[in-house]
């Protein structure tokens, strides 16, 4: 899909920011479009504070000069925006591609409305085509990778350029499981999360309240039921 499509759906987003919010600011390339447009506001007066997903997201806030924030600080946001490598017709995503699928749910659930913008490639009938990444602590991810192969997937460990487990933020690492198509999304979000050693999941259950689906010629907008 074509920055464009990309750029109106963030551009639709940027819509949605009024003077005085606290933001919670997602990771990735969508989101990173909507954080340099915020830049453009925010020097022009616009006064918001974010709440950063990723140290990505916070070094580019920073460098747009957005004034950052914490949830120590700000434990309530008025809107989180962020993206999604996939989400199906109830809204429910799945989220964790670029890494930061921990922070990203953190701050999501302390946000008044989360607001997912995407272009149409990351609609699905059913959630499993893109592999659900699994947050662990490193010394249980092969304990881990076996009851999830039980569960009935492929749990594959993440690895940086290097060939290295890829690190996240907060030191864990990720298994990318491929289930397939997964057809109770609550369900396998349960069992994932009864798993020791499990930090987060990148499955977002009813916490979207709307998606913004950016194409070519605009934005659809998606609310959910």
Excluded at 62 to 68: S, Y
Aim: hydrophobic share 50%; net charge negative.
């Amino acid at each position: 899909m074509s920055d464009s499509a990309k750029k109106n759906a963030a551009l639709a987003a940027l819509a949605l920011i009024e003077d005085g919010m606290a933001l919670g600011l997602g990771t990735g390339s969508t989101t990173a479009l909507l954080i340099e447009a915020l830049g453009g506001k925010v020097a022009e007066g616009l006064r918001v504070t974010g709440v950063a997903t990723s140290e990505r997201t916070a070094k580019q806030a920073r460098d747009l000069a957005i004034p950052l924030t914490t949830l120590d600080e700000t434990p309530v946001l008025d809107l989180a925006i962020d993206g999604a490598d996939a989400f199906d017709p109830d809204l429910n995503l799945v989220k964790g591609g670029g890494g930061a699928l921990l922070r990203e749910k953190i701050v999501a659930s302390c946000a008044a409305r989360f607001v997912v913008i995407a272009d149409a490639s990351k609609r699905v009938a059913k959630l499993g085509v893109f592999p659900l990444p699994v947050e662990v602590v490193p010394m249980a991810a092969t304990p881990i990778a076996r009851r999830i192969g039980a569960l009935g997937a492929e749990a594959r460990l993440r690895r940086d350029r290097f060939g290295e487990p890829f690190a996240t933020d907060e030191g864990h690492w990720i298994l990318d499981c491929a289930f397939g198509e997964i057809t109770d999304p609550p369900a396998l979000a349960q069992a994932l999360q009864g798993i020791a050693g499990v930090v987060e999941h990148g499955l977002f259950i009813a916490m979207a309240d709307e998606v913004i689906v950016g194409t070519e010629a605009g934005v659809e907008r998606l609310a959910r039921r």
